[in-house]
């Protein structure tokens, strides 16, 4: 750490973690080092979470479930085995609470699709309201669309203070009476935002409503306790918490899995059929049809292991200590704004900004050619930049292997964009 850094406390031994990233060894444009900054588009995967993949694959590859001989009793207790991570990792009362889906997009279009096809008291329809976020990402919005446009219900939403907030001022007349469910993120992907969960669940509480909650961008980056929460829903996505592609989560409480019926059908989620009707098998399996994303999961649990040896409040503190930083030295570059919260306090680690009128596309192309990757474009927000009157921001984002030299380098290079452009 240099003389600049010392003042950081709180940070993990990027150094040693560091070693276990083989892309963060990688140099791009003619040996430049790569300095990765899109984690909240997807993390790195280490070589634990590697090597359990290719484990799976040469050593336990079988379907799960059905099989009676060695190897498709490894599979399933190896796929088995990541449900029983995933949900102690949330901290689920319950195992069975936990649903494995293709990606959080995945598992908020099955609960929207529950809530469509199911009956009182939870049925959504053309006399019922939904509620979400003008932050959300796109796949907080289209389900509700999609269900409102199916079934009638009207959609509404908390609009945004000029802080990058939400505003609660009048949750009283978004969330009301006729609230069947109410969605929204944890933390914001393009603004960094930390949502007040508890003001949001208590008027939800109050008037009888569901609560789904979007932690995509929170499971990699702090505790996350489903039972602290005390939402109904919880989904997130297994890539970006150094998990493969492909492997998403939905944590529902018990009785309500009970209650609400499957939106796929096929192997594994029944439990008789026959050419009349058919009953379903309990929870989890009733919503995990055909056969699952097994090596994916594995992967995933082998990415519990792995960030729960860490300690999810180590990784959240340095995470806090990068930001922070981070924010300090982006504010002194030249006609930078900050799309979102200005401090460290109650964001998570991406920070979306302006530079300029230099179009977004430019500034990441330039600092391509640095080796330097972000992201940018609306991120799957548009609404938020809509909001904001921008056409699109450069997001850079952190994580347990960023270090103070990466935003370093990021100032560094703005500098050049700026130069570059005139």
Known sequence: MTSAHQGLSGLLDTEAIRKDFPLLDRTVHDGKKIVYLDSAATSQKPRQVLDALNTYYERHNANVHRGVYTVAEEATALYEGARDKVAAFVNAPSRD?????KNASESLNLVANMLGWADEPYRVDHETE??????????????????????GAKLKWFGLTDDGRLDLSNIEEVITEKTKIVSFTLVSNLLGTVNPVETIIRRAQEVGALVCIDASQAAPHMVLDVQA??????????????GPTGIGVLWGRQELLEDLP????????IETVSMHSSTYAPAPHKFEAGTPPIAQAVGLGAAVDYLSAIGMENIARHEHAITEYAVRRLQEVP????????????RGAAISFTLGDIHPHDVGQVLDEQGIAVRVGHHCARPVCLRYGIPATTRASFYLYSTPAEVDALVEGLEHVRNFFG
Request: glycine residues 8%.
């Open 97 to 101: 609470e936990v649903i494995f889906t």
């Open 130 to 151: 939904i509620a979400i976020t003008e932050m959300e990402h796109h796949s907080n919005i289209v389900p509700w669309q999609l269900l409102s446009q199916r079934t």
């Open 229 to 242: 929460l005390q939402a109904d829903f919880v989904a997130f996505t297994g890539h970006k918490m150094c």
């Open 262 to 269: 499957p939106f796929l059908g096929g192997g594994e989620m």
């Open 335 to 346: 006609d930078l704004r900050i799309i979102g919260p200005t401090t460290a306090e109650d």
